[in-house]
């Protein structure tokens, strides 16, 4: 098992994990490439904003990504799925991503909020895999954490006005007596989170661009609901789970519908 005991004992207490497991130096420079080119194909979509990659068109038909298939098989990278299984369980779908890249000296913030208020799935049996591409400092924007917030109810989550990567957040008066914890990484590197944590991260005024893909694995004893009301992000773009692609993993799809498998 790639996760010792005091691995998944930590994740349990904290909500989030570094792995002592990275991507080699082949795959590391494969995602680089891929990460650039992705980029270079959609210069009038942030950075920050590619969301899923893995699927042809993206999300909603807005991404140029003819190689979304590079994207979904890294998404079946074995060691991935044998550590999302010891949080998760056996039986896992893959259902969403997004590359968030933090270009040198203008990459947005991302404001402390929980995964779980925005995602259509109960229970909420979710967990991220935040793979780094470039190094990941508290200088150039790394992923900020508040240890332990994940077992703690969800905060209400304010619409700002201000040029962030997400269109809400927890007002910073509601956690500012928190710890918070950096999460530095070179590239190559991954985080794992649970849906729950407390996560954020600062703008990138630093020289180094802060680049990485982050996965969203849920187990399929959990339901996808189909039927949550579409919204609109601030940025424009559209949120719509109604018919979203989404992978069978690993075990079975369990009540999931529109599932597809892999070859």
Not at 3 to 12: A, D, G, P
Not at 177 to 193: A, F, T
Not at 222 to 249: A, M
Request: aromatic share 8%; glycine share 6%; with cysteine.
């Amino acid at each position: 098992m790639l996760l010792s005991k005091n691995n998944i004992k930590h994740y349990n207490l904290n909500g989030y994990i570094t792995p002592s497991w990275e991507l080699p130096f082949g795959k590391l420079d494969l995602l680089k490439i891929n990460i650039d080119s992705i980029i270079n194909q959609n210069q009038n979509i942030r950075p920050e904003q590619l969301v899923c990659p893995h699927i042809k068109g993206g999300s909603m038909g807005e991404l140029n990504n003819k190689n979304y298939n590079y994207f979904l098989k890294l998404a079946h990278t074995k060691e991935i799925i044998e550590m999302i299984s010891q949080v998760l369980g056996e039986n896992i779908i893959l259902w969403g991503s997004q590359i968030f890249c933090k270009p040198a000296f203008n990459g947005m913030q991302v404001p402390m909020h929980q995964d779980s208020h925005y995602w259509p799935i109960a229970p909420m049996s979710t967990c991220s895999v935040w793979i780094a591409a470039d190094k990941s400092t508290k200088i150039n924007g790394c992923l900020t954490v508040i240890p332990g917030s994940h077992k703690g109810n969800i905060y209400r989550h304010e619409i700002n006005e201000k040029n962030t990567a997400l269109n809400a957040g927890i007002n910073e008066k509601q956690i500012e007596d928190k710890n918070k914890n950096y999460i530095i990484l070179k590239p190559g590197q991954m985080s794992l989170h649970d849906a729950n944590l407390v996560h954020g991260s600062e703008k990138n005024n630093s020289p180094d661009r802060r680049a990485g893909i982050v996965y969203r694995y849920m187990s399929s004893k959990s339901v996808f609901n189909r039927h949550t009301k579409n919204h609109e992000q601030k940025d424009g773009h559209s949120v719509n789970y109604s018919k979203r692609p989404i992978w069978l993993i690993k075990g079975n799809k369990g009540n999931n519908i529109l599932v597809n498998k892999y070859n």
